[in-house]
Nanobody, 125 residues
């Protein structure tokens, strides 16, 4: 189990940007493929973006493709989600998740074992 902590959420106007971070309380994330998911009020948690253990492969939901970028630092301690051109429909609680034991990431929620507590992103129109 790796404790994940998200940060960087907040309130932003439509068209603005935020950068979310996910860290593991001083531990390395080098053994994990990572993903970001989001959950809007009254809706299920859905895939946003993911990155392989090496950082060489990424995947995005169609709704964020071209606007969001997932990355991980060289030290493999932090995973980022850069969110540009934000829209009101991006409003949700954003969660990072870790997938141990696999080189590749996944778009499926059930393939992730460790989850953070989430960070709220609110985009006003």
């Amino acid at each position: 189990q790796v404790p994940l902590v998200e940060s960087g959420g907040g309130l932003v106007q439509a068209g603005g940007f935020l950068r979310l971070s996910c860290a593991a309380s001083g531990r390395t994330l080098s053994s994990y493929a990572m993903g970001w998911f989001r959950q809007a009020p009254g809706k299920e948690r859905v895939f946003v973006a993911s990155i392989s253990r090496s950082g060489g492969s990424t995947s995005y939901a169609d709704s964020v493709k071209g606007r969001f970028t997932i990355s991980r630092d060289k030290a493999k301690t932090t995973v980022y989600l850069q969110m540009n051109s934000l829209k009101p429909e991006d409003t949700a609680v954003y969660y990072c998740a870790a997938r141990p034991g696999y080189l590749s990431s996944s778009v499926y929620r059930d393939n992730y074992v460790n989850w953070g507590q989430g960070t709220q992103v609110t985009v006003s129109s």
